[in-house]
């Protein structure tokens, strides 16, 4: 059998391709998952297979439903929670509109004025998502998502016993699991990239560090850094805004093909053989997708704002743009899964969708390990094992994301 370390980008709902190919790759049980770097839609990825998740778990995950016999993950984009009376006061929005002098109005009824609309944007409806998009730097909350992810974390049995590890630390999952899981996000405060594991941020919780890495800046809200959570790297962060790691580094292979000691510090030990990352990409359309229903809807309507399919389109794009050069450099070690006509934010993807994706990602898998140059031979062939070249290249980059 031979040990993987696997490398997971981020791409929101387009990640479930992810299932696909894992199937392909673990089904035999010729492979296991060593070492596990993820970010956003990938970190999630990286964080079950820590917890021990087999495909079929997986699997039945992207299939489950609410009681209204839709995806569950259409709740990933609701409308922001209340916010409290004390909080709408002191909020920006209100301070905006205080600074606003109106002529010839008193100040007492200008002062009732401000109260009264601030109040009914943060009062319910889409005025709320823009309520919460300039309070919280993110148009829709992710409440549901951490709820989804800590119960995900205690279905279901690990070695005949109850997967409780929910309320883990990174720190203590390691402990339970032996899985070397990195999820990196964001520090938009200090503007560097954190990589959280086991031995960065121990005290972290392991929920958490899936909802910072998956938070993408502007769509969802943004993350503060609690001080309970422990520090990083021995600093003490609290107060500090993470969101998606995505921002600025969606596709970090680098980390576990260098041979930098600073680098084995963060990610591990560096391995001369079977680094695999899973790269979606747009390029690639996704095979016999159905044609989309006449209607498609995401709650409250939201997703249908123009300006939310603006910003869509934006944090797409910055997405994609990043560690391009990561993916041509090391382009071996990557298999390329299809995801061309599937959104990001398509959380409402029907089952038809859905299925085509995961077969699309299986395909892309079958194919690569038919003709792969990085993966030790099952046969008694050689072990192949990254060129000086490549070991270089990847040193610099690591190095770039570390400072």
């Given at each position: 059998m031979s040990v993987i370390d696997m490398v997971f980008e981020g791409g929101g709902a387009k990640g479930m391709v992810f299932v696909g190919a894992l199937d392909e790759l673990l089904r035999d049980s010729n492979h296991s998952t060593g070492r596990l770097l993820g970010t956003s839609a990938g970190a999630?990825?990286?964080?079950?297979?820590?917890?021990?998740y087999t495909v079929d778990e997986m699997q039945a995950a992207l299939a489950e439903k609410n009681e209204a016999g839709r995806s569950v993950f259409e709740s990933f984009m609701g409308i922001p929670s209340a916010f409290s009376s004390e909080q709408v006061h002191n909020s920006a929005v209100r301070h905006f509109l205080s600074d606003l002098d109106l002529p010839f109005v008193p100040d007492f009824v200008e002062a009732r004025l401000d109260d009264w609309i601030a109040t009914q944007m943060a009062a319910g409806g889409w005025p709320r998502n823009l309520f919460s998009f300039v309070e919280r730097g993110g148009w829709y909350s992710?409440?549901?998502?951490?709820?989804?992810?800590?119960?995900?974390?205690?279905?279901?049995?690990?070695?005949?016993?109850?997967?409780?590890?929910?309320?883990?630390?990174?720190?203590?999952?390691?402990?339970?699991?032996?899985?070397e899981l990195t999820v990196v996000a964001a520090d938009t405060t200090a503007m560097r990239i954190l990589f959280l594991n086991h031995t960065t941020a121990p005290q972290c919780p392991v929920v958490w560090a899936a909802r910072m890495s998956m938070s993408i800046p502007l769509l969802w809200q943004e993350v503060i850094w609690q001080k309970e959570w422990g520090t990083y790297k021995g600093?003490?962060?609290?107060?500090?805004?993470?969101?998606?790691?995505?921002?600025?580094?969606?596709?970090?292979?680098?980390?576990?093909?260098s041979s930098r000691p600073e680098v084995g510090d963060i990610v591990g030990p560096p391995q001369s053989k079977n680094v695999l990352g899973f790269l979606i990409d747009d390029r690639i359309a996704v095979p016999n997708l159905p044609p989309p229903p006449e209607q498609i809807s995401i709650p409250a309507g939201v997703g249908e704002l123009r300006t939310v399919r603006r910003l869509t389109g934006l944090v797409s794009t910055m997405m994609s743009a990043h560690d391009n050069m990561a993916v041509t450099v090391f382009a071996k070690h990557v298999v390329r899964l299809p995801a061309r006509g599937i959104g990001t934010t398509q959380f409402d993807m029907t089952d038809g969708e859905r299925n085509a994706l995961v077969d699309g990602g299986r395909t892309a898998m079958r194919d690569f390990l038919a003709q792969q140059e990085v993966l030790e031979s099952l046969?008694?062939?050689?072990?192949?094992?990254?060129?000086?070249d490549d070991v270089n290249l990847a040193n610099d980059a690591a190095l770039e994301m570390l400072r």
């Amino acid at each position: 059998m031979s040990v993987i370390d696997m490398v997971f980008e981020g791409g929101g709902a387009k990640g479930m391709v992810f299932v696909g190919a894992l199937d392909e790759l673990l089904r035999d049980s010729n492979h296991s998952t060593g070492r596990l770097l993820g970010t956003s839609a990938g970190a999630i990825t990286a964080v079950l297979l820590a917890a021990r998740y087999t495909v079929d778990e997986m699997q039945a995950a992207l299939a489950e439903k609410n009681e209204a016999g839709r995806s569950v993950f259409e709740s990933f984009m609701g409308i922001p929670s209340a916010f409290s009376s004390e909080q709408v006061h002191n909020s920006a929005v209100r301070h905006f509109l205080s600074d606003l002098d109106l002529p010839f109005v008193p100040d007492f009824v200008e002062a009732r004025l401000d109260d009264w609309i601030a109040t009914q944007m943060a009062a319910g409806g889409w005025p709320r998502n823009l309520f919460s998009f300039v309070e919280r730097g993110g148009w829709y909350s992710a409440d549901a998502f951490t709820a989804w992810m800590e119960r995900k974390l205690n279905e279901g049995t690990v070695n005949g016993k109850p997967r409780d590890f929910g309320s883990l630390t990174l720190a203590q999952l390691y402990e339970r699991t032996g899985a070397e899981l990195t999820v990196v996000a964001a520090d938009t405060t200090a503007m560097r990239i954190l990589f959280l594991n086991h031995t960065t941020a121990p005290q972290c919780p392991v929920v958490w560090a899936a909802r910072m890495s998956m938070s993408i800046p502007l769509l969802w809200q943004e993350v503060i850094w609690q001080k309970e959570w422990g520090t990083y790297k021995g600093e003490q962060i609290a107060g500090t805004v993470v969101v998606d790691g995505g921002m600025l580094s969606n596709f970090p292979i680098a980390l576990f093909l260098s041979s930098r000691p600073e680098v084995g510090d963060i990610v591990g030990p560096p391995q001369s053989k079977n680094v695999l990352g899973f790269l979606i990409d747009d390029r690639i359309a996704v095979p016999n997708l159905p044609p989309p229903p006449e209607q498609i809807s995401i709650p409250a309507g939201v997703g249908e704002l123009r300006t939310v399919r603006r910003l869509t389109g934006l944090v797409s794009t910055m997405m994609s743009a990043h560690d391009n050069m990561a993916v041509t450099v090391f382009a071996k070690h990557v298999v390329r899964l299809p995801a061309r006509g599937i959104g990001t934010t398509q959380f409402d993807m029907t089952d038809g969708e859905r299925n085509a994706l995961v077969d699309g990602g299986r395909t892309a898998m079958r194919d690569f390990l038919a003709q792969q140059e990085v993966l030790e031979s099952l046969t008694g062939g050689p072990e192949f094992s990254p060129t000086p070249d490549d070991v270089n290249l990847a040193n610099d980059a690591a190095l770039e994301m570390l400072r």
